[in-house]
């Protein structure tokens, strides 16, 4: 597997400026190919789209940013900067950056949401977008077994032991050898003053738990977007359930699903079957 090239690009809040890093991986087909942004999930950062990135490299331009207060990027000023407008303000700000008409969108959990903010906006930039295990509605059990799972920062003496620690907490992104857990643990188990913690701002979860018991209800944004739309769900998904997606196939964008049976919350697009269904997806856009 290739390595890609770390960039950053400096954001504006109302509190100043900050950096966010992302991650590039150049086309091997030459200057001239499309653009894919992929933008994970809430606790998550860029390093989780390698395997996907580096398959989609052969014939696109794939970017991977990491959100504000994940991985390399700065942390927050305040905590009540990591919200959804925040950062969706940051990609529009490194759209800007890689200079690009249009791209492809494809966003896990957090990432999906913020595909269909800026998909449902006149005169966006995506052409595709695809959503990984996420929809209009959200399920309250789904957010609150989110709000409690974050934010605690735990430090491990031993890398193996945060990297156990990590697993056990993934277990509903379903079955994963000890060489594809290690794509999603790399990157997120990490050094901190001689112990193992956590690529993360705690921080993030100030302003999600205060939001998590509300009622979530994107259809509008849903309704508004007219692209072709893909929809990968985790059969034992506890956020993105059954009733939504099937809906999210006769309103709006009419997206397509995929299920990927024994995985919850969400499909981490390391498993050969779950790429498989990205890349055809969106070769059909060059066809």
């Avoid at 087909?29 to 390093?47: D, I, K, M, Q, Y």
């Avoid at 052969?58 to 991985?71: L, S």
């Avoid at 890398?159 to 990157?187: C, I, K, N, Y």
């Amino acid at each position: 597997m290739r390595e890609p090239q770390l960039r950053t690009v400096t954001c504006a809040s109302v509190r100043g400026l900050h950096r966010m890093a992302y991650w590039v991986w150049r086309s091997q087909a030459g200057e001239h190919s499309p653009t894919v942004l992929c933008v994970h999930g809430l606790t998550r950062n860029g390093r989780d789209f390698d395997a996907l990135a580096d398959r989609l490299s052969r014939t696109r331009h794939v970017i991977c940013p990491d959100i504000i207060g994940r991985g390399r990027s700065d942390h927050a000023a305040d905590p009540m900067l990591y919200v959804m407008p925040q950062y969706l303000a940051d990609c529009v700000t490194l759209i800007a950056r890689l200079d690009v008409e249009r791209l492809t969108w494809i966003g896990t959990s957090m990432g999906g949401l913020l595909g269909m903010m800026l998909a449902a906006m006149p005169g966006h930039p995506v052409e595709r977008l695809v959503l990984n295990d996420i929809g209009p509605v959200l399920t309250l059990d789904g957010r609150s077994r989110i709000a409690a799972s974050i934010g605690d920062d735990p430090v491990f003496a031993t890398r193996a032991a945060g990297v156990a620690e990590l697993r056990e907490r993934m277990r509903s992104f379903g079955p994963h050898t000890d060489e594809q857990f290690e794509l999603l643990a790399r990157h997120y188990v990490v050094p901190r003053g001689g112990q193992w913690a956590f690529h993360y701002d705690p921080a993030i979860a100030v302003p999600f738990r205060a939001l998590a018991a509300q009622t979530v209800n994107l259809w509008p944004l849903y309704d508004a977007i007219d692209v072709p739309t893909l929809v990968l769900r985790g059969a034992d998904s506890d956020l993105l359930d059954a009733a939504t997606a099937a809906a999210m196939s006769r309103r709006g964008p009419r997206a397509r699903e995929v299920v990927f049976p024994g995985v919850g919350h969400a499909p981490t697009l390391i498993d050969p079957a779950q790429i498989d269904a990205v890349e055809s997806f969106l070769d059909e856009g060059n066809a």
